[in-house]
C-alpha cells in the first residue's frame, strides 16, 4: 500500500522526476517531494539570461551546485565565473544572483537548510520564505537596462501590494 506521506508520518522516501530540459527558470520541488528539512531549488537559465535583482536571506545559508553549463554568480559585489562541477556556499545575509554565459544555458541546484518553523505562510511557493530581494540591486549584466529597472519596480509593488493584502488578512482574522 502506497502511503500518502504527511509531515507527522512521513514516507521513507519519496521520488519524482523532472525533465531537467524543460525546467522553467526555478522550479521548487519541496511539495512534490514533501521536504522538510532541506530547501532545494532546480536553476535552469536559457543562454544570456540572469536574475534580473539580487536577493538574500534572514537565516537560509545555501549551497549552489553548477550540474551543467556556465556562468556568472555575483555575491556581495564580487563576480563569480561558474562552470560544471563548481559549488559555491552563500552565507544568508549575503546578496547574490545568477547569470547564463552567453553561449551556454546554465543548469543548478541550490540547497539550503531549514530552520524550524518555516515556511512561515502556510501557501507559500517555497519551503523557506526568509527571503529578501533586493529590487534596486541590479545585477552588472543589466545594470544599464532601464526596461529590467522598470520590470524590477513592477516586481517591487505587486510584492508590497501582496504583503499589504496578507497583512490586512491577518489582521481581519485576527480581531474575529
Not at 531537467?20 to 522538510?36: A, G, I, M
Not at 551543467?68 to 544572483?97: N, S
Not at 509593488?157 to 496578507?166: E, N, P, V, Y
Amino acid at each position: 500500500m502506497n502511503q500518502e506521506p504527511t509531515r507527522d508520518s512521513p514516507s521513507p522516501f519519496t521520488q519524482v522526476h523532472f525533465d531537467f530540459d524543460r525546467l522553467p527558470y526555478l522550479t521548487s520541488p519541496w511539495q512534490k517531494l514533501n521536504l522538510h528539512g532541506v530547501a532545494l531549488g532546480l536553476i535552469h537559465l536559457p543562454p544570456n539570461e540572469g536574475y534580473t535583482f539580487t536577493h538574500s536571506h534572514a537565516e537560509q545559508e545555501e549551497v549552489y551546485i553548477v550540474v551543467e553549463g556556465k556562468g556568472l554568480m555575483i555575491v556581495d559585489g564580487e563576480l563569480l565565473k561558474l562552470e560544471r562541477g563548481d559549488i559555491v556556499r552563500v552565507a544568508p545575509t549575503a546578496k547574490r544572483a545568477l547569470k547564463a554565459s552567453e553561449d551556454n544555458s546554465l543548469f543548478a541546484i541550490c540547497a539550503g537548510g531549514v530552520a524550524a518553523g518555516y515556511p512561515k505562510q502556510p501557501s507559500s511557493r517555497y519551503l523557506i520564505d526568509d527571503g529578501i530581494p533586493h529590487y534596486n540591486d541590479i545585477p552588472p549584466w543589466y545594470q544599464d537596462n532601464p526596461e529590467i529597472a522598470q520590470r524590477n519596480a513592477q516586481l517591487q509593488a505587486r510584492m508590497l501590494r501582496a504583503q499589504a493584502k496578507r497583512a490586512k488578512l491577518e489582521a481581519d482574522t485576527n480581531s474575529v
